[in-house]
């Protein structure tokens, strides 16, 4: 079955960072284009950033541009985001996304 199981995250100062990782398994990972979320109580999930299969074509929110890098690791099975220059407003819960299916999330805070 599709497992997707995000790690790294945790409390980090203001301007700091942290590097999100997603192990995936159950599927062909290097066939799917992949996905972070990011979600705060009471708003809707949004998308921070995405991937393309072979990891040539990335996205990212207007927010994040310039602070946070997606990539994969296709013969590893892994997703990444490097998140650098954490501002409070990054504070969420941040989960991977594989069309049809979501990790549990991993709590991002950044707090002084």
């Known amino acids: 079955q599709v497992q997707l199981v995000e790690s790294g995250g945790g409390l980090v100062q203001p301007g700091g960072s942290l590097r999100l990782s997603c192990t995936a398994s159950?599927?062909?990972?290097?066939?799917?284009?992949m996905r972070w979320y990011r979600q705060t109580p009471g708003k809707e999930r949004e998308l921070v950033a995405s991937i393309s299969a072979a990891g040539a074509t990335t996205y990212y929110v207007e927010s994040v541009k310039g602070r946070f890098t997606i990539s994969r690791d296709n013969a590893h099975n892994t997703l990444y985001l490097q998140m650098n220059s954490l501002k409070p407003e990054d504070t969420a819960e941040y989960y991977c996304?594989?069309?049809?299916?979501w990790g549990q999330g991993t709590q991002v805070t950044v707090s002084s």
């Open positions: 159950g599927f062909t990972f290097s066939s799917y284009a």
């Open positions: 996304y594989r069309p049809g299916y």
